[in-house]
């Protein structure tokens, strides 16, 4: 496996120009890259579509507030507790396999609980979703860093990452469409199938650089030039027998590697920043349409519509957060500068989520909303840094100790909201919460991260 480049991405771009053939690159990359974000896109469909169907279901199963919360938050349980477990499948099975038996039984649980008529069946059907969702980004990381230069990683970050929010920003209103003609458990049956055709769809076209049919030399060079972790082919033996693909290095992983990957303050101060982004996210991917139904009172087809206004503003601050950081590399700014700056910029954005307290307008609420989700979108750009800094051999576990960090806020957040509505009635509390939380979460980028360099860990 060829090495990473170790040098400043000035140097690395100025390598790539000069080592790579002068012949036409292919663009087989892109092709994976929109399969990564329309993998992502369901991927978030199916963990966010409880939180469209939660006002009505929430009704027939008779379900509180601080339950409800509950059963958001259990997702996040065996999602958090996947993490490690299914970084160290992705490092010995590789993407194409992990990816695949992801997103099979992901869209099986999702379809199940459009069959459930209790809170049991619902919390089994929820943890499984968790476990089977856990193996998602550290697979999306490990493609982005073997298919992509570090000059375009960022932008291939922020374009698989858009999925989230496309998704739920153009097919929340037909999902509310469905709800009302066909019921709550509609929505589970149409995203459960999506997810089984695209699952097919990944296992027949999704290859690794040496493997791919319409990749050519000279995209390779590219790949491998800045930084890529491409597994390339041996050359063909003087019998003219055919090249064999190199294998890839063991990770050699031992449990004590968390601990040492950890005592890295790059690693812990990036898994709190995104703890922080997360919280902001968890909360519009769980309780938003129930905000907007009890404490703004709208009626469902002004949520379908109003619900759109956010997504896409978070949708466009992904793109332009991953275009703003690959500018800056390319600008010849250091990593600190280029991954720091839109991610610290969108926390303290974030927090003015706040404000939406003390309107009365419902349209300035959303303004006030969108605003704070175009923020939180700019700072989703951990994933690229987790690219960044993993030592060789170790990115599926190194991503997996970020997500489980990172997504401890789909834990916290769904009950600290549930339990603050309960207890007061009102949603005040719970917009203090997410907007503190991000500031402390940009105070996390800049004074714990550091240097953004790859770690190297020395016995």
């Known amino acids: 496996m060829p090495q990473p480049i170790q040098s400043t991405p000035a140097d690395a771009t100025r390598q790539t120009k000069a080592t790579v053939s002068t012949a036409r690159r ?30 009505q279901l929430t009704k027939e199963l008779g379900i509180n507030a601080a339950l409800m919360g509950l059963l958001f938050s259990v997702f996040s349980w065996s999602y958090v507790a ?7 499948f992705l490092d010995r099975f590789g993407s194409k396999l992990t990816y695949f038996l992801s997103m099979t039984f992901w869209s099986l649980c999702t379809l199940a609980q459009g069959l459930v008529h209790g809170i049991g069946a619902l919390f089994v059907f929820r943890l499984g979703l968790g476990v089977s969702e856990a193996p998602c980004f550290p697979t999306n990381s490990r493609v982005v860093a073997t298919w992509f230069p570090q000059s375009e990683r960022a932008m291939a970050t922020g374009t698989y990452t858009v999925g989230e929010y496309i998704g739920l920003a153009f097919f929340s209103p037909f999902l509310f469409m469905l709800m009302g ?16 055709v695209f ?35 041996k050359s063909a033996d003087h019998s003219g027998a055919p090249a064999a693909a190199v294998a890839p290095a063991k990770s050699g992983f031992e449990w004590r590697t968390i601990g040492r990957l950890l005592k890295h303050r790059q690693l812990t101060g990036i898994c709190l920043g995104q703890f922080a982004g997360n919280s902001t996210l968890v909360f519009f ?13 709208m009626a469902w087809l002004k949520i379908g519509f109003f619900a759109i206004m956010p997504f896409i503003a978070a949708s466009i601050g992904v793109m332009f957060g991953g275009i703003f950081s690959d500018w800056l590399l390319r600008r010849g700014k250091s990593p600190n500068v280029a991954r720091k700056l839109p991610i610290i910029a969108g926390l303290l954005l974030a927090s003015t989520i706040i404000l939406a307290n003390y309107v009365e307008s419902n349209v300035v609420v959303i303004a006030i909303l969108s605003v704070a989700f175009f923020a939180q979108g ?39 909201v549930g339990f603050i509505v309960a207890a007061t009635g009102s949603f005040v509390g719970a917009l203090v919460f997410i907007g503190v939380i991000a500031l402390i979460g940009a105070l996390s980028y800049i004074f714990i991260v550091g240097d953004i360099k790859r770690i190297v860990l020395v016995d």
């Not at 092709?31 to 469209?52: C, F, H, K």
Request: charged share 10%; hydrophobic share 45%.
């Open 181 to 196: 003609a066909f019921g709550w458990r509609s929505l589970f049956y149409v995203v459960g199938g999506v997810g089984l």
């Open 378 to 416: 700019m700072a989703a750009l951990g994933w690229t840094l987790v690219s960044d800094i993993a030592p060789e051999g170790l990115l599926g576990v190194t991503g997996g100790i970020f997500n489980f960090a990172a997504n401890l806020a789909g834990i916290v957040t769904p009950l600290v």
């Open 82 to 88: 996947s993490q490690i477990p299914g970084g160290l």
């Open 285 to 297: 991917l769980t309780w938003f349409p129930t905000y907007l139904a009890t404490e703004r009172h």
């Open 199 to 233: 699952g097919v769809i990944w296992w027949l076209f999704y290859r690794e650089p040496h493997e791919h049919p319409t990749v050519n030399q000279a995209e390779l060079d590219y790949i491998e030039a800045g930084g890529g972790l491409t597994h390339r082919k």
């Open 26 to 55: 292919s663009k087989a990359r892109y092709q994976i890259l929109g399969l990564l974000a329309v993998g992502t896109m369901i991927n978030y469909l199916d963990r966010t579509v409880l939180g469209i169907a939660a006002p």
